[in-house]
C-alpha cells in the first residue's frame, strides 16, 4: 500500500512546560544532520498575548525543519491568549473548530522522512471544541506516540497517568494491533547527577517496561529508536 503521509510521530505532554517544542527541536536537528528528510506540523497554539515571535512553537519548530512558518502552522491557528487553543479561539472571538478540521488542514511537503506532529498541553488538555490532544494523535494514525514529560518529582504520577489515558483511548476506539503505534516516553531535562531524575527514570523503566513502552533519557537514544522503527516500516 503506498504512504500518503510520512512516518509520523505524534508528541503529547504530560502536561504545559514539559518541554515538547524543545525536544521535538532536537530530534528534528539530529535526523536532519543524519540526512533524515523531517517536516513539523502544530496544528494550532496559543500563547500570552505579546509573546516574541521567537519564541513561538511554531516559528522554533520551523528553524529546526527549515519550512516556512506558515507551512508548520496556519497563521489562522495562532491564539494570542494563554490557555488550551478552543478557549484561547472564544476568548479573542474568533470561530472554534474541530479535531476533524486541524486534521483536513495538515498537509506534509511529502510521504517520505519523518513528520512530527506536536500536540498543546498535556494528554487530556482540549485541542479542539470536541476533542483532546490524545484524541488528535490517534486520529492522525502516527507511527509512534512521543510521551514528553519533566525528570523532576511528580513526573511518576504524571507518566503513568499519561500512559493509562493512552491504553485506555486506544482499547476504547478498538484500534487494530496493524494501526497501534510505538509508544516512546522521553524523560526531559534530566541530569545524571540528581538522585531524584535517576530513581525516576528506573522505576519507570520497570513500570513501562511491563506493558512494552521504552522510555528515554537522552535525546540521541529516542533518535535512533524512531529512525530504526522508520527503516522497519519501509
Not at 532536537?26 to 536532519?32: A, T
Not at 486534521?103 to 511529502?110: G, K, N, V
Amino acid at each position: 500500500m503506498t504512504r500518503l503521509n510520512p512516518f509520523i510521530v505524534a508528541v503529547l505532554g504530560t502536561g504545559t512546560e514539559v518541554g515538547k517544542t524543545w525536544v521535538t527541536c532536537e530530534l528534528i536537528r539530529q535526523m536532519g544532520s543524519s540526512g533524515f528528510p523531517t517536516f513539523a506540523r502544530k496544528p494550532v497554539q496559543s500563547f500570552a498575548e505579546g509573546t516574541p515571535d521567537e519564541e513561538l512553537d511554531s516559528l522554533q519548530l520551523a528553524s529546526a525543519s527549515g519550512e516556512a512558518h506558515s507551512k508548520v502552522c496556519r497563521p489562522e491557528r495562532s491564539y494570542s491568549a494563554a490557555m488550551a487553543p478552543p478557549f484561547a479561539a472564544r476568548l479573542t472571538g474568533r470561530p472554534t473548530f474541530t479535531v476533524s478540521e486541524l486534521l483536513e488542514e495538515i498537509t506534509w511537503p511529502s510521504s517520505d522522512g519523518i513528520g512530527f506532529l506536536e500536540t498543546a498541553g498535556g494528554c487530556l488538555s482540549p485541542i479542539a471544541e470536541d476533542g483532546t490532544s490524545l484524541d488528535l494523535a490517534l486520529l492522525a494514525q502516527p507511527e509512534v506516540l512521543l510521551l514528553v514529560a519533566d525528570a523532576g518529582l511528580g513526573t511518576i504520577n504524571s507518566v503513568l497517568l499519561s500512559i493509562r489515558a493512552i491504553q485506555d483511548e486506544v482499547a476504547k476506539r478498538r484500534m487494530p494491533s496493524t494501526r497501534l503505534p510505538l509508544v516512546f516516553a522521553y524523560l526531559n531535562r534530566y541530569e545524571e547527577a540528581s538522585p531524584v531524575h535517576s530513581t525516576n527514570f528506573t522505576f519507570l523503566g520497570e513500570k513501562l517496561g511491563e506493558c512494552g513502552i521504552r522510555i528515554f533519557k537522552d535525546s540521541v537514544a529516542l533518535s535512533d529508536s524512531i529512525k530504526q522503527a522508520a527503516g522497519n516500516s519501509r
